[in-house]
């Protein structure tokens, strides 16, 4: 099932030049990338972004961090994207990701954790609307 997902490489990554690292190995896998764009997200659409962690005690700290600079965000396609795509980037906690996963290969952080991908087609659907609207 053809399927489409969000990616946003976040300050972190942006800061340290690994864009175009992280975007070669979603080409290389087979994804075709169907929109791209760089941005700074304002608070307000952090906000929105991030509205299922509303009342989290990471939310201030995770609103801050993907406002403090540049951002790169992308619409990738293919099939079983969004499970694809999860998998490729590794689990939450960037020091217990696994080699070979990009926040495996690349962080350390939770909060600065270099990667941001949707964890379904709803979210998808709610977060690219935030990011490309
Ligand atoms: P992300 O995939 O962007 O989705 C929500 C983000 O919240 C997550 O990456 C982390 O950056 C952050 N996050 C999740 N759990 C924690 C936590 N326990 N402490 C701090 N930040 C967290």
Do not use: C, W
Not at 11 to 33: N, Q, S, W
Not at 59 to 84: H, Y
Not at 92 to 99: I, M, Q
Not at 118 to 124: H, I, P, V
């Amino acid at each position: 099932m053809t399927q489409r997902t969000l990616i946003v490489i976040k300050p972190d990554a942006v800061r340290r030049g690994l864009i175009g690292k992280i975007i070669t190995r979603f080409e290389e896998k087979g994804f075709k990338i169907l929109d791209l764009k760089m941005l700074t997200f304002t608070r307000q659409q952090a906000e929105k972004f991030y509205e299922p962690h509303l009342g989290k005690p990471f939310f201030q700290d995770l609103v801050n961090f993907i406002t403090s600079g540049p951002v790169v965000a992308a619409i990738l396609e293919a099939p079983n994207a969004v499970s694809v795509v999860r998998l490729m980037i590794g689990s939450t906690r960037s020091f217990e990701a696994s080699p070979g996963t990009i926040r495996g290969d690349f962080g350390l952080g939770i909060t600065e954790n270099v990667i941001h991908a949707s964890d379904s087609e709803e979210s998808f659907k709610r977060e690219s609307a935030i990011v490309f609207s």
